[in-house]
């Protein structure tokens, strides 16, 4: 049974702060660290409840700081009952100007009127507990030139319950579980009275054996083992208790060495070889192989289980599954030619979608570079009066304002499953739908939505660079739908994937517009019909795209909310803002000359 120092049991000295007649039981717990007086009333109460020993995991090499009063309260207790109390004992090791120097440190108590324990373990190469600390407590003790062999806490914990046992046949502990595997109970309950009367009547602390130690990780006694990432050094402690008292240590079946290695490697070749030669069909030998290796780890588990006895398991495991695939070494070659490719072209594209589709259709990969007509929406972003920034600002401090836009925009553009296929200056174009499309419809959402995340972006961000005295940044976006053609396109010394098109041109064309009609957001009404029932915008009429050879009319919209609006304008605007809904008024009918 574990009597746990934790989180709940800090709290309670808040409820006697706060009412010290009604809680002047809880008085020892006032704050950390508790007076002694508590672990002597926890030790007296536990031993009249029944307890056949109890093991105090806390350091008490230090005077209490509530004086000398707290700790005579405790050398009383221990003068009565220190034959069944374990007190915690434990060696540090320090690096000093002349190297490393290890000590031992003792409870400051009487040392005949308690059982020490030594509270250490060894460390893996893995920074995990796995070992019985007998052997890690020998050399510890050599170190510091002690003759008589350090007991640990566990067994020092079983000598103080009169409970014999064995020296352990294997070296390592059993852990029945991970953390919280064994019972526990708040310490305060032992000072609560009602609690305490409840433990009583339910024999709770009868004929076990009680760890006290702490469990809160504010404590930090946090330690990493095969079953736990995060187990408190008193359950450890209570892991290795019950691995001695039941003979449950873990030995390997050979021991550790050349010679375990070569008898492994005989045994897998023997196996190798005979299912090598008696299953010729291709398809039939990689499952002969996983079913050896899995009935190695079968026979691993029944051996550790039933027998307490550890073999190795991942490397003859994996030696037997790699050997089932030896057949396939034509394909695999094949396969590693094409993650060849595949490289190579993670190094140029940065876009999590093309390397997706790279990857999921790697025997379509020519024809994804060689180029593909696709729908597609297409976003253009520009920075207002960049040029003046670039003129007034040093390099520095434009290139660091120019970064910050950057990153703001491509998060809110990658959010919503965008593309970025490139920056011009401080331009960004992106594309939504391609290489992989969601639909015309979610495409072209999305990159509303992405383009109403990078509005809200740089208004936030306006306001981080105003509140730092630097320039407010304002830009202009815009967005069309329609066919682009997709591909690889450059030199053989840089290409990159991007999409071209006249729909690239017309977002590019109506990007700038934003600036001749003073608003932040333009979409073609191509776009717009797509999502025409998600959205709520301006119509702002047909305007000739000047850059265009046949000088079409393109209608546009400016875009405001992702919103549907089922009420009155009046109501919107007073809600909202100054924001306008869209009117019935539609471009003509475009001449087809």
Not at 106 to 116: E, G, H, I, N, R
Request: proline share 7%.
């Amino acid at each position: 049974m574990i009597l746990a120092i934790d989180e709940e049991s800090f709290a309670q000295g808040e409820f006697y702060q706060s009412d010290p007649d009604r809680y002047s039981h809880l008085e020892p717990l006032q704050a950390w660290p508790w007076q002694r007086s508590a672990y002597a009333i926890a030790i007296e109460k536990l031993m009249q409840a029944g307890a056949r020993a109890v093991a105090l995991d806390i350091l008490l090499v230090d005077p209490s700081v509530y004086g000398g009063e707290d700790d005579d309260r405790l050398q009383g207790v221990l003068n009565e009952y220190g034959d069944r109390v374990v007190l915690a004992t434990s060696y540090d090791r320090s690096i000093t100007v002349g190297g490393p120097l290890t000590q031992q440190l003792q409870p400051l108590y009487d040392p005949t009127s308690f059982q020490p324990g030594f509270i250490n373990f060894g460390i893996d190469v893995d920074q995990r507990i796995r070992h019985l600390p007998e052997p890690y407590l020998a050399a510890l003790a050599r170190e510091t030139g002690q003759d008589s062999e350090p007991i640990s806490f566990a067994a020092a914990t079983l000598n103080a319950a009169d409970i014999p046992f064995s020296p352990p046949q294997g070296n390592q502990i059993h852990f029945y579980g991970p953390a919280r595997t064994f019972p526990q109970v708040s310490f305060w309950n032992v000072l609560e009275p009602d609690n305490w009367d409840l433990h009583l009547a339910n024999g709770t602390f009868k004929d076990k054996l009680v760890l006290i130690g702490p469990t809160a990780t504010s404590l930090q006694d946090i330690k990493l083992t095969p079953a736990s990432n995060a187990m408190a050094g008193v359950e450890l402690h209570a892991h290795t208790l019950a691995t001695l008292m039941e003979d449950r240590a873990i030995a390997p079946l050979l021991p550790p060495g050349p010679w375990q290695g070569v008898a492994i490697g005989v045994i897998l070749g023997g196996v190798a070889w005979g299912l090598g030669d008696s299953i010729t069909r291709p398809l039939l030998r990689p499952l002969g192989f996983a079913g050896a290796a899995f009935l190695w780890g079968g026979i691993a588990y029944g051996l550790l289980v039933g027998g307490y006895v550890q073999i190795p398991v991942t490397i003859p495991m994996a030696v037997l599954g790699l050997g089932g695939v030896g057949y396939t070494a034509a394909g695999a070659l094949r396969d590693r030619m094409a993650q060849q490719l595949v490289r190579r072209t993670l190094e140029r594209y940065v876009s999590p979608p093309v390397v997706a589709e790279i990857l999921d259709q790697p025997r379509d990969y020519d024809h994804l570079i060689g180029g593909k007509r696709l729908p597609a929406a297409v976003l253009f972003s520009d920075i207002r009066g960049f040029s003046h920034l670039s003129f007034h600002l040093p390099a520095e401090a434009l290139v660091a304002l120019l970064n910050t836009y950057l990153d703001a925009m491509v998060k809110a553009i990658l959010a919503h499953r965008g593309t970025i296929d490139k920056f011009i200056g401080d331009a960004v174009m992106a594309e939504f739908g391609s290489p992989l499309s969601q639909g015309a419809k979610t495409d072209m959402l999305n990159a509303v939505r992405a383009g109403l995340a990078m509005r809200r972006s740089l208004a936030h961000l306006r306001e981080q660079l105003q509140a730092s005295d630097q320039p407010p940044l304002f830009h202009g976006i815009g967005i069309s739908y329609g066919e682009v053609i997709a591909g690889n396109i450059g030199s053989e010394q840089r290409m990159e994937y991007t999409v071209i098109g006249d729909t690239v041109n017309v977002a590019s064309r109506i990007e700038s517009l934003t600036k001749r009609l003073g608003t932040d957001f333009l979409i073609t009404v191509p776009a717009y019909d797509l999502i025409k029932d998600e959205i709520q915008v301006i119509d702002l009429g047909c305007h000739r795209l000047a850059a265009e050879k046949k000088k079409r009319p393109r209608c546009i919209v400016w875009l405001v909310s992702t919103m549907p609006m089922p009420v009155s304008i009046n109501r919107f605007i007073k809600i909202y803002g100054n924001i306008w809904v869209l009117r019935p008024q539609r471009c003509p009918p475009l001449d087809p000359t």
